[in-house]
């Protein structure tokens, strides 16, 4: 049996996307927010690992263009500049070897303001490496 033109539901298509529009709008926002945040924080992994690369090695930070380990770690995004802190700490571990602990924090804000997902909140990552001992000639 054949359909007639007069019996098809025409405008149908057009009203389900208006109805979905507003949902895949919002779900493509959130998944904008988490690939920021996911940018974020490998980027603030990445200049934790530069900075404590900087601080752990004297010899090669002597000839390193950077003035600090701030200088050296914010090289890996130098976008962050005004917002990141770096703040390196010097110890021992549990075999009293010398470590650098780098750690970087940076403010974070989403674009949404989803109920029970915080609007702002604070990145940070560390990064412990050795010092490497000063070779002597």
């Known amino acids: 049996m ?4 007069s019996n098809r539901r025409s405008g149908a298509a057009t009203v389900e996307f208006a109805v979905l529009l507003p949902f895949l709008l919002f779900i493509s926002v959130i998944a904008t927010d988490w690939a920021r945040l996911l940018h974020y924080t490998i ?3 990445a200049c934790a690992r530069n900075g404590a690369l900087y601080a ?4 090669t930070a002597a000839k390193s263009p950077y ?4 200088a050296a770690a914010l090289a890996e995004a130098p976008y962050l500049n005004a917002v990141a802190t770096v703040t390196p700490t010097y110890a021992n571990d549990s075999t009293g070897a010398a470590v650098v602990t780098v750690k970087v924090e940076m ?7 989803f109920p029970g ?7 940070s990552r560390s990064v412990q490496m050795r ?7």
Do not use: C, H, M
Request: charged share 15%; no cysteine; aromatic share 2%.
């Open 2 to 5: 054949r359909v007639s033109k």
């Open 43 to 45: 980027t603030i992994e």
């Open 56 to 59: 752990a090695d004297q010899e």
């Open 67 to 70: 003035a600090n380990v701030t």
């Open 107 to 113: 403010p974070f804000g989403t674009i949404t303001n």
């Open 117 to 123: 997902v915080p609007s702002s909140q604070t990145l």
């Open 131 to 137: 010092v490497a001992p000063l070779v002597t000639k």
